[in-house]
């Protein structure tokens, strides 16, 4: 689905479910002028489509015992695709890699890790960095505290 083909009252609707993924269908309709009938067509649509690709929780890290946040620039040793694709499918799958990029720059990859202490994310590069040979090396900034963090997209652009 194209940005074309996500019109106005898709964004206003979009727009709500990203404030609040609990919002109704009834509330949505009144705030977007639509019918009921019309939001569920309408939100159905951008399922399948994959324009809404999840409707998750959001669980603040530090209630949960994860009082660490690293960002992580990694370069790795060799460009031999399947020691690449190695390393992505480890990252992917790793529960304490939130966010994870292949950026162009300095750096193959930059990642955003949680950790519950730095011991505990001491034992995170233990067991993901150095235990990879494939890794040349890794520099690590620790959040010192977090001023925006979202994933709410600006639909008004």
Known sequence: MHSSQVDTADRALLAQLQKDARTTVQTMAEKCGLSTASVQRRLRRLRERGVLQREVALVDQHMVGL???????????????????????????????????????????????????????????????FADSNVRKFRTSIVVSTEKSTQELPLDL
């Open 67 to 129: 009082g660490v946040t690293a960002i992580v620039s990694v370069e790795l040793e060799r460009d031999r695709l399947d020691q690449i694709d190695a390393f992505k499918r480890k990252a992917r799958v790793d529960p304490q890699v939130l966010h994870f990029y292949c950026i162009a720059g300095d750096a193959d990859f930059v990642m955003v890790v949680v950790a519950p202490d730095i011991a505990g994310y001491e034992a995170f590069t233990h067991r993901f960095f």
